[in-house]
């Protein structure tokens, strides 16, 4: 089968219509270039030029394969330049998790930012619980996962992108025998919606950590996984509920948010996860010029 240097060579002949002026364009010499013209048309099996001492013009052949060739000619210089910008992280593709609360403000930043360094790059956006993410990242379905703090895995590499307090939600018409300013000993025998440890085990786990430093012990009257669940039952009365500052940004009807004083002061977590041995380029630009962004917000 011809290569591209054949094609090339022959494409620069048809168009110049003289072997001293193309050998030229080419910057080699004519013996060369004849050799090439020859082996192309040996492979092809047929003379795509003809040749006299004054003159050079093309077969019915010539013309033919000439159109095809050019084509071939643009499509090998429009793939080298895409793999080139691939390279680069210029163009591509980047799957992005996320969990349902790192959505409410971390993920339009993220998006923002991506969209600013890597103008040519499609986003796939994924919203998964952070379980559901691990498992995607490590089959290569996502390159970047925004979920929350998890097991380390040396096959991982991660970083803190955000930390956030947590907001008292509180039903519309209890909101009086609240105070103004709570802080965690408020929730002591108080009815309390309470994350599933097995769907939301972080949230469980960071929960039961500050009641457990405040000595405090609600009562649960429910566990929830899903934040706007959650709210939504706040909303009927059930109880109140311990949500992420990001999650305020929902402005559920009926429902009073409240800062919480509670130790450590920020104790949400949202960390950017993906693989070691991730090679996408739009990773590398992602990791080295936007996550520090975030990370220093």
């Known amino acids: 089968m011809f290569e591209i240097s054949q094609i090339r060579c022959f494409v620069a002949v048809a168009e110049e219509l003289h072997f001293s002026r193309a050998a030229e364009r080419l910057n080699m010499t004519q013996p060369p270039l004849s050799r090439q013209i020859r082996l192309l048309e040996h492979q092809i099996g047929t003379p795509l030029l003809d040749r006299t001492s004054r003159t050079v013009r093309l077969t019915a052949a010539g013309r033919s394969f000439f159109q095809e060739a050019a084509r071939i000619l643009r499509l090998a210089e429009e793939a080298a330049y895409t793999a080139r910008r691939v390279a680069k992280g210029e163009t591509g593709f980047f799957s992005i998790g996320f969990t349902a609360a790192s959505g409410y403000g971390l993920l339009p930043k993220v998006v923002r930012l991506v969209r600013e360094h890597c103008p040519g790059v499609a986003l796939t956006l994924k919203e998964w619980v952070s379980r559901d993410q691990l498992n995607a990242l490590a089959s290569g379905q996502l390159d970047l ?51 599933s440890p097995y769907e939301a085990d972080y949230f469980y786990r960071l929960t039961r950590a500050i009641f457990d430093r405040a000595g405090v012990v609600p009562t649960i009257v429910e566990h929830v996984a899903q934040i706007h669940t959650m709210l939504a039952l706040v909303h009927a009365g059930i109880g109140v509920a311990l949500i992420p500052e990001a999650a305020t940004r929902l402005h559920f009807e009926g429902v009073v948010l409240r800062r919480i004083e509670t130790d450590p002061a920020r104790p949400v977590e949202t960390i950017g996860v993906s693989r070691r041995d991730n090679d996408n380029p739009v990773l590398s630009i992602v990791k080295s010029r936007i996550l520090p962004l975030l990370a220093d917000a």
């Open 145 to 195: 996962g925004l979920l929350r703090p998890h097991v380390d895995s040396h096959e991982l590499e991660t970083a803190v992108l955000s930390k956030e307090g947590l907001v008292l939600a509180i039903p519309e018409a209890q909101a009086g025998d609240w105070p103004e300013h709570p802080v965690a000993a408020d929730l002591h025998g108080r009815a309390l919606l309470m994350y």
